[in-house]
Nanobody, 122 residues
Framework: QVQLVESGGGLVQTGGSLRLSCAAS????????TGWFRQAPGKEREFVGA??????PTYYADSVKGRFTISRDRATMYLQMNSLKPEDTAVYYC?????????????????WGQGTQVTVSS
């Protein structure tokens, strides 16, 4: 069982930056893939990005490529978000997939964090 604790959400203006963190409480991510999803009001949850256990490769949704960067160590994962846009407003969830980072592009995940709100004002 992997418990995930997120932090770092908040309110930022368009063009600003935020960094989200996701800690594996009580352990490590082991060799599992880890990633981020988000859900905006009235929309389905969508894949944002994922990273393999050794950091390479990484995968990103087209909507965030070039603006968001995922990194991780044994027990913490980060999502650096730059050039934020109002359409990035959502609750962001970190997740772990035993089937690996690549599978998270289709929504696969076994463990989820509680979510952290990111709001980008125009």
């Amino acid at each position: 069982q992997v418990q995930l604790v997120e932090s770092g959400g908040g309110l930022v203006q368009t063009g600003g930056s935020l960094r989200l963190s996701c800690a594996a409480s009580g352990g490590t991510f082991s060799y599992y893939g880890t990633g981020w999803f988000r859900q905006a009001p009235g929309k389905e949850r969508e894949f944002v990005g994922a990273i393999t256990w050794n950091g390479h490769p990484t995968y990103y949704a087209d909507s965030v490529k070039g603006r968001f960067t995922i990194s991780r160590d044994r027990a913490t994962m980060y999502l650096q978000m730059n050039s934020l846009k109002p359409e990035d407003t959502a609750v962001y969830y970190c997740a772990v997939a035993r089937s690996g980072a690549g599978s998270m592009r289709s929504g696969a995940a076994d463990y989820w964090g509680q979510g952290t709100q990111v709001t980008v004002s125009s």
